[in-house]
């Protein structure tokens, strides 16, 4: 199976071959990040941003927690703000909080984080250990405001809103929302969405993963919600699944130079969506990343064209 190294560099020869300039965001000339507002107050951000689950979280908690200073340098240097993160993440926090103070780059960082305390007894959460939990949120980063914090998977919403909603009216908190990546809560984050006053959501979306298209996306829209993506490889699964298949010809089109840019190119083509936030503990990994914020998106027709080349190659194995 190939690997994303492989795939970066089949997609550069391709793009090669094609006779266009490879599309890392570090190539000189590059064309600059595309922003869009997060509807409740027009701010702009960039559309590409770091998660720090998977690969980011497991090496914060190892020897190679140094190297994440270099993805965070290689997102802010190359106009990414949006860093997503979650108490539950390992030492993701801590170790972020730490690298962007050494780098003196935290006020250039938007920072996301979440919050869920367990349910006492599988109940309601401890209003406590919500209000601690934060706090410890901030004191990682070393901010006086957060920019935005999330109920983590629709946990006790009525109890941990309601301490967002507090810190945002005490200007603590600029953004407050709610995340699911999981199919099964999508009914109740709907209820959720058409209930609370929300800046932002999170949820899973990819080629391959296109259930929050039918409701979820629209449903945003129409409540002036800012949506977060996040898993825009499905993991690995994307990666696994083309293989080392080239890509497309018709990927110029949009832009796209690399497996990781047709990805997230996909996803930023849903008028909806206002960032995405694919995890990486790898430098090159967050550049290649970067330059599918960067020149055309796809329109609806060339996002169904692409919808239907993934849908068309066998299952990850």
Known sequence: MMNRRQCIRLGLATGAALGLAPRLACAAGAPAMIHRPIPSSGQLIPVVGLGSSATFSRAAGGEDAAMLGEVL????????????????????EEVAGRLARELGITQKIFWATKVNVAP????????AAARAQIEESFRRFGVRTMDLIQVHNLGDVPTQLGILKELKAAKRVGYLGVTSTSKGQYGELER????EPLDFIGVDYAVDNRDVEATILPL???????????????????????????????????????WAQFFIKYVLGHPAVTVVTPATSQARHMIDNLGGGMGR???????????EFIDALPAAG
């Open 220 to 258: 945003a829209q129409q409540r002036g919600i800012a949506v977060m993506v996040y898993l825009p490889f499905g993991r690995t699964r994307l990666f696994r699944r083309v293989a080392d298949r080239p890509l497309p010809e018709w990927a110029a089109d949009f832009d796209a130079g690399s």
């Open 297 to 307: 998106v796809p329109d609806e027709a060339l996002r169904r064209r692409m919808a």
């Open 192 to 195: 959720v969405m058409r209930e």
């Open 73 to 92: 340098a290689a997102m802010v240097e190359r106009g990414g703000t949006v860093f997503d993160t979650a108490p539950s993440y390992g030492a993701a």
């Open 120 to 127: 006492r007894g599988g109940g309601a959460a401890d209003p």
